[in-house]
């Protein structure tokens, strides 16, 4: 295996790191804000820890925390402000891919 290919493989895994904790960063901010419902809050932060488990590769964890997000933002009780920070989220977490 070349070097080249080692370091573009880890130059992709810290540019995936960097995207994962931007929504992270993103996602806190419906977590921990007050106007949000509780059982939004609640899978928001497990989105959050999804993203958080380093046990699973980057691209699982940015897809399995889209699939809860998608389903937030299709529930009718979240607030609009809400819906378009977990969008934002979600935009970032594509972004993702396996090195």
């Known amino acids: ?3 080249a290919a080692a370091q573009k493989r880890e130059k ?7 995207k994962i ?3 992270v960063a993103t996602l ?4 921990e804000s007050e106007i949000t419902p509780k059982n939004i809050r609640r899978d928001v932060r497990q ?4 993203l958080g488990n380093v046990k699973i590769t980057q691209g699982i964890r940015a897809a399995d925390s889209i699939a809860i997000l ?3 933002a299709r529930d009718p009780n979240i607030p609009s ?4 920070i977990i969008w934002s989220a979600i935009s970032i977490l594509e972004s993702v891919r396996e090195a």
């Open 47 to 50: 989105a959050i820890s999804t």
């Open 28 to 31: 806190r901010q419906v977590s």
């Open 1 to 3: 295996m070349s070097s």
């Open 21 to 23: 904790n931007n929504a």
């Open 12 to 18: 992709k895994r810290i540019e995936n790191e960097e």
């Open 70 to 72: 998608e389903g937030l």
């Open 81 to 84: 402000s809400s819906r378009v």
